[in-house]
């Protein structure tokens, strides 16, 4: 079984198509996405994580099929953007809850060790539209420890980031990678080159 597989699928706004007939698998480890701007990485996840509408039988999820699956498909997955948007109104740790709510889980003590690492303990009752982009940035990576997902989509996650937060994120990343399937979509080529099992360059 594969995390992920892709058959014949296209990504297309309106008369423009970024992706056609495109055929990939991903399995556990980090998989790091190339390609020049607009070659359609980040729509390509945003497709893997059900933004973007998709046919049947395009994409498939831990063997559960994206379209018509999408509760068991999506139920595997974390999907960290590269613009952390949030409800400005809403506070560091409400957030956190209404994900963990969604999910159906609770937040762990891997969370809350994480949230101390990185030095985000103090900002969980500050409202998103008082946060600086790296703070919200820090809060959505927090959904990585909420409900223990197997597939990862990570959209230039590093930005924003100090380097104490890029050190325990790497670390992070080092544990995850040996049992989760993870896809990256990043310039920060002296970090990837490192940790990366594989490369995909998208043309």
Known sequence: MKNITITNLTIQYDDLVVMKNFHAEFDIGINWLQGYNGSGKSSLLKSLCGIIEIPENTVSIMDYDLSTQDIQA?????????????????QGMQFLELIAKIKGVKLTNQLFDFMEKIKLT????????????????KFTLCT?????????LLDEPFNGLDKNSI???????ITAKKDKCIII???DVHILDKLSNSILVLS
Not at 144 to 152: A, Q, S, Y
């Open 74 to 90: 999506k139920s595997n997955l974390c999907f960290v953007p590269d613009k952390p948007e949030v409800y400005p109104f809403m």
């Open 122 to 137: 103090p900002f969980k009752n500050t409202t998103f539209d008082q946060m600086s982009f790296g703070t919200r940035r």
């Open 144 to 152: 990585l420890f909420i409900g223990n997902p197997k597939v990862v």
């Open 167 to 173: 050190k325990h994120f790497n670390n992070w990343l």
């Open 185 to 187: 979509v990043s310039h």
